[in-house]
């Protein structure tokens, strides 16, 4: 941004010297050398212009590219986020199921709650599974731009 700060400073110090040479002159004069230094003053002009402009694309450029990456970093977090409360709904229910069963044994032995405590931890179990499944996704879409980028660099 500062580039185009100094650019655009630029452009105006050459205007303003154009304005005051002719100012400086008379209205009839037709100098020669005014008129050259006029021509080479709008050409320099048009070049600082057009790098202004290519300066600003890649900037609109940069910023799309990095608007993108930040929402898709949210979606994947919003993904992990559910995958881990899921979890933690299954830690508890295997939790409440284990007491039951605690329960149970100190009072003799229900096969339907070992039953339901081996479902729940399997459960559990399959849920932990998808959350880092989910975390590995993340890390992973995180690296891949990195490694593509090195890749290009050293290619």
């Not at 048009?46 to 890649?58: C, F, Q, T």
């Not at 990095?66 to 994947?76: D, H, I, M």
């Not at 229910?93 to 039951?100: D, P, S, V």
């Not at 399997?122 to 990195?146: G, H, V, W, Y």
Request: charge should be negative; proline fraction near 1%; avoid cysteine.
């Amino acid at each position: 941004m500062s580039d185009i700060s100094t650019l655009e400073g630029r452009i105006t110090t050459a205007l303003d010297r154009i304005r005051r040479s002719i100012e400086s002159q008379s209205s009839g004069d037709s100098d020669a050398g005014l008129h050259a230094a006029l021509q080479s003053e709008r050409a320099a002009n048009a070049e600082l212009v057009e790098r202004v402009r290519a300066l600003k694309d890649r900037q609109d450029t940069q910023v799309a590219s990095l608007t993108e990456r930040v929402e898709k970093q949210r979606a994947q977090l919003a993904a992990y986020d559910a995958q881990l409360q899921t979890l933690r709904a299954s830690n508890a229910q295997m939790r409440e199921l284990n007491t039951k069963l605690r329960d149970a044994v100190t009072q003799g032995l229900s096969p339907e709650l070992v039953n339901e405590a081996v479902a729940a931890e399997l459960k559990a179990l399959q849920d932990q599974r998808n959350a880092e499944a989910t975390e590995i996704d993340a890390i992973l879409s995180e690296l891949k731009p990195l490694v593509e980028e090195t890749s290009h660099a050293a290619g």
